[in-house]
């Protein structure tokens, strides 16, 4: 009995600890809805560019950027560990009630590849991405530019999407293909 009423308290010390957590960090963020919860750590830069719904929450290390693009996270997102979404230079919009796997990438902007300058000193090439609802992306994915990621779909571990994704499909491979669909 002990041991469960110890469990309780920790419990909720740590939804304490989490709470503050996230107020501290919508200090600096654009806008933020209710029960923000993010693990430690979290790292923001471009805040001031950054949306994110309410009921957020992430399991471990997030990144989460939005320097010179527009980052919109909807309401229910649930990131896993060392996840990274950079809008920088682009544009995500992540619909609601969506899953993110540990170590996903989602990057709206590529490196610039012209022979002409030496790759250091090319500028990003920004893009569009959008996650429709009821989005999974399994583990070690990487969601590119220029993709939008169709309503329920599921995007299989280790994938690498260059193209859209349509409403219900799982996807898997590199690049990502159809492989099933989401059944009734």
């Not at 002990?2 to 469990?7: E, G, Q």
């Not at 290390?61 to 919109?72: D, I, M, N």
């Not at 649930?78 to 796997?101: D, F, P, Q």
Request: positive net charge; proline residues 3%.
């Amino acid at each position: 009995m002990l041991k469960i009423l110890r469990l309780k308290v920790v419990n909720k010390c740590v939804s304490a600890a989490r709470r503050a957590y996230g107020l501290y960090h919508s200090l600096f963020l654009r806008k933020v809805g209710a029960k923000f919860a993010p693990a430690f750590p979290l790292t923001i830069h471009g805040g001031e560019n950054i949306v994110i719904g309410s009921f957020f929450q992430s399991t471990g290390t997030a990144y989460l950027f939005g320097s010179g693009g527009v980052l919109e996270i909807g309401d229910f997102v649930s990131l896993n560990t060392n996840v990274h979404i950079g809008a920088s230079g682009g544009r995500i919009i992540i619909g609601s009630n969506v899953l993110i796997g540990p170590n996903v990438v989602i990057r709206a902007a590529d490196h610039g590849a012209s022979r002409t300058e030496i790759i250091r000193n090319q500028t990003h090439v920004g893009g569009d991405i959008v996650i429709e609802d009821d989005v999974w992306i399994a583990a070690n994915a990487v969601i590119l530019k220029n993709v939008r990621l169709g309503k329920g779909c599921i995007v299989g571990a280790g994938a690498v999407v260059t193209k859209d994704v349509e409403p219900y499909a799982i996807v898997g491979g590199v690049p990502a293909r159809k492989i099933s669909e989401r059944r009734l």
